[in-house]
């Protein structure tokens, strides 16, 4: 059999090694100067104010959510995504609100959070489904009427647009992810972004056990006297990067938007190869979006969903289900609701292989994969008719 064809793989290569080992060099691997150098670069190049780099996205969202104060308030927000976006929300002490998706983007329908805003509604949680942008201006127009927060889950959108406006910097606060298979990864890793100087000293402090004066601060050349007394303001969390995981930020930060180009041509070339063929069809891309193209995602008949799962696992094809809605699981039946579209497309979606450095003979299988099982689908049920 030909080599295995993953669905996603790192864009590493020498100048990320070359880093690496100017920082091993260094003698310091904690949160420290590379870190700091990370956070500037990063808010510079998506022009938000302020970014304080993290561990994970998943500890983004936790912060975001203390620090938009949900505690024991409901906060609307998506099934369609990793179950790490409404954990935070739990972990916040917040109520998950479940709301409905559009069918052609996986994108939380703005109608849909209009519709279940209610007294005690504290935030609205947008995912940036696969990198393409939801539709924010009503979001936004929605927070601002009713006084809500808006924090954006843009682990999947490094590099999307909306508008021509940068994903997770329209809102409150942005969180993103650099976890392996991500558009820029530091192996794992995160981000959030805000432009409120208040917000971003109170989550520094959080990521840090609460406290007030980060170590490298006080430990940095020309600190002053007494540099290592700090006080503890609050409790707070271990959650923040270290300079070997933002040293890998900076190199990926600089490689992130071509490698978002290729993606792009990559999809493009996806939506040539299976436009008109019976069966089978990738995400729409709205006029407003720009996606960061983060997964390829195709879409067939729920039925067929399985079978062409295994059907690309038999012929050495890597593939996945993004994602098992939430509100399904046991620990969400608390705040189970009918999400009807949801509900309907989850059971139609897989996500083929997408990545920097896919060959063109490796997209070539996927591809002719793909459109031998749909040929093969439509014979069975021309036959069956026939027999009919």
Known sequence: ?????????????????????????????????????????FAEQVGARHAIALNSASAALHLAMLAAEVDGQEVLTTAMTF?????????????????????????????????????????LVVVHYGGHACDMDPVLELAREHGLWVIEDNAHGC???????????????????????????????????????ELAARVRRLRWMGISRPTWERFRPGRPRRSWMYDVEEVGFKYEMNDLAAT?????????????????RLVARYRAAFAGLTGV????????????????VVRVAPEARDELCEYLDRHG??????????????????????????????????????????RP????????????????????????????
């Open 248 to 264: 890998l930020g900076l190199v990926q930060l600089g490689k992130v938007a071509a490698a978002n180009e290729e993606r792009r």
């Open 317 to 358: 094809i890597d593939s996945n289900v993004h994602y098992y809605p939430n509100h399904l699981l046991p620990l969400y039946r608390p705040y189970t609701t009918r999400l009807p579209v949801t509900e309907s497309e989850w059971r139609r979606i897989l996500s083929i292989p997408l990545f920097p450095g896919l």
């Open 159 to 197: 590099g999307g647009l909306y508008r021509g406006r940068q994903l997770g910097t329209l809102g409150h606060m942005g969180c993103y992810s650099f976890q392996a298979t991500k558009n820029m990864t530091t192996g794992d890793g995160g981000m959030l972004v805000t432009n409120d100087p």
């Open 1 to 41: 059999m030909d080599e295995r064809i993953p669905l996603a793989r790192p864009n590493f290569g020498d100048d990320e090694v070359a880093a690496l080992q100017q920082t091993l060099a260094s003698g310091w691997v904690g949160s420290g100067p590379r870190t700091a150098e990370f956070e500037q670069r």
């Open 83 to 123: 179950v790490s976006t409404n954990h935070a929300i739990l972990l916040g002490g917040g109520r998950p609100v479940f709301c409905d998706i559009e069918a052609d983007t996986l994108n939380v329908n703005p109608q849909e959070l209009a519709r279940k805003v209610t007294p005690t509604t504290r935030a």
């Open 281 to 296: 069809e990738l995400l729409a891309e709205r006029e407003y979006a720009r996606s960061s193209c983060y997964n390829a």
């Open 361 to 388: 003979d490796q997209q070539d299988r996927v591809i002719d994969c793909v459109r031998e099982f749909a040929a093969a689908r439509v014979g069975s049920a021309a036959a069956g008719q026939a027999r009919a």
